[in-house]
């Protein structure tokens, strides 16, 4: 009995897009990485950019027949055979300022993406007539696509700190908790047309939540007066990419150009609004006394930060990957009404990358696939600007990251070997301003990733 391959791969397909679907609505924004940082109270929260883990230290050129990036959607056009990843991480932090420390974790949902092979074409074509031999030499040029859909969250909002003023006859102190943010679920498809030229576009649908509560508390001998304010936020929109990726070859290196643009449209928020105050007495029993405000705005629209950005790379035969790349947000651009901070810049980022071994396949020549070892530098203008003392400071981030990949190869009964990877990555992010005393931002993240390539859709025999 023989499975018929196309219907198979239908039905994964189906399967994957619904599902996730289902489960992000179902659970509001817990699909959300978690951040606790003092810059992530800002706006629509801190901008994840999330990569893959065995690409993310070249997020314009890197793409192999099972490896794609997630920020230009021409490398879906390398894409060879149907793969599926997913991936999470765990983050350990510390918040640094003075001579106080606050520790907390993390992490959460990074990605989960399909991608299938839509059409392959080989053109025959005639370069050379071998006069000696008699005999006609052909070159054979490869055409062909790839799509992918892919769940992934582009903000996160996640932060809880408190202030305290004790300069009046009644102490009070005031505490924020925030929590949320917005994910896209998007349709990519990306185009090989010969041996140089790669096309790409996707389109998304954005949708999220956030949610800031702020409570202002007056204690005194016998009990606790709480004023609290809660606002939620529900997003909205689409999100489209457009990419382009040139390669060739000279000699024994090969070389990759890529640039992408992102941009969203109709993007609306709508904010609730409840505001009631408190009470908490000795015995911990909390009654409402009265409420201030409880209000829906109508849905307003909004303009999100459109990017751009291009990479180069740097490949000598199998051995290494060399790469450079660097992306704009275009935050100056960005406009909400729920959003009075109005002291952003745009955000420049620059990534240097290393692969020993870059290639994501075994040959057949090979006894066993070598393990790829990634390591990338990163520095990042955030879009972030706080005012201290009549100055202005930018936030600065500066990251490192080291990862591997463990490959787990089958062979088929007619000698198919198929690529599977467990992608480990280990960073370290470093948020900080020069010349000045605010909070300083330290990140330890552990990702695991898992890359299945064409696993379930090979050929069988069955007996």
């Known amino acids: ?13 189906l399967l994957t897009a619904i599902l996730p679907t289902i489960q992000v ?32 230290f070249s997020p314009h050129t890197f793409s192999g027949h099972y490896s794609y990036c997630l920020s230009n959607p021409a490398t879906l056009g390398t894409v060879r055979y149907a793969v599926l990843d997913m991936g999470g991480s765990f983050r350990n932090g510390a918040t640094t300022a003075g001579g106080e420390r606050f520790d907390f974790q993390g992490g959460g949902f990074e990605y989960l993406s399909l991608a299938l092979p839509v059409w392959k074409h080989v053109k025959k074509k005639r370069f050379k007539n071998d006069t000696a031999l008699n005999v006609k030499k052909w070159n ?17 909002l996640g932060y809880s700190y408190y202030l305290d003023d004790n ?22 498809t990306g185009i090989r047309l ?35 304010d809660a ?11 457009a990419g382009v990726l040139f390669e060739f070859k000279m000699d024994s290196t090969y070389h990759k150009f890529g640039a992408s643009l992102e941009w969203n449209s109709s993007v609306n928020a709508t904010r609730n609004r409840l505001s009631r105050t408190l009470e908490v007495n000795s015995l911990g029993y909390t009654s409402v006394l009265d409420t201030i405000l409880n209000t829906q705005d109508v849905k307003r629209a909004i303009e ?44 420049d980022e620059w990534t240097v990358g290393f692969i020993l071994n870059p290639m994501d396949e075994k040959l057949s020549n090979e006894r066993h696939m070598k393990i790829p070892i990634r390591i990338s530098v990163g520095r990042a203008n955030s879009q972030i600007q706080l005012t201290q003392n009549n100055t202005t400071y930018g936030v600065l981030e500066d990251r490192v990251s080291i990862g591997f990949g463990i490959p ?12 599977n990877m467990l992608n480990v990555q280990f960073s370290y992010l470093n948020r900080y301003t020069k010349n000045s005393n605010l909070p300083r931002d330290e990140f330890f993240t552990i990702g695991l990733g898992f890359q299945f390539g064409d696993i379930w859709f090979a050929k069988r025999k069955y007996d």
């Open 1 to 13: 009995m023989r499975l018929n391959r196309f219907k198979y791969l239908r039905l994964i397909f």
């Open 408 to 419: 787990m190869i089958r062979r088929y009964y007619d000698n198919s070997v198929i690529t």
């Open 167 to 188: 300069s009046s006859v009644l102490p009070t102190r005031t505490s924020h908790i925030g929590s949320g943010g917005i994910s896209t679920l998007q349709w990519t």
């Open 231 to 241: 606002r939620s936020l529900k997003f909205r929109g689409m999100q489209q990419q």
């Open 194 to 228: 010969g041996n140089s030229i790669q096309l790409g576009y996707g389109i998304g649908y954005l949708f999220g939540n956030t949610k800031d509560n702020a409570l202002f508390s007056v204690i005194d001998s016998l009990e606790l007066g709480i004023v609290e």
């Open 140 to 156: 054979y040029v490869p055409y062909g696509a790839s799509s992918a859909l892919t769940l992934k969250p582009l903000t996160s």
């Open 25 to 56: 609505y179902s659970q509001g924004s817990s699909g959300q990485n978690l951040v606790n940082s003092p810059y992530s109270n800002y706006g629509v929260g801190e901008w994840t950019n999330t990569q893959f883990y065995h690409s993310g």
């Open 304 to 347: 999100l930060p459109s990017s751009f950005g291009f990479g180069y790379s740097f490949r000598y035969r199998r051995l290494f990957t060399a790469s450079v790349d660097w992306r704009r947000q275009s935050w100056t651009g960005y406009s909400a009404y729920f959003d009075n901070f109005n002291q952003y810049r745009d955000r």
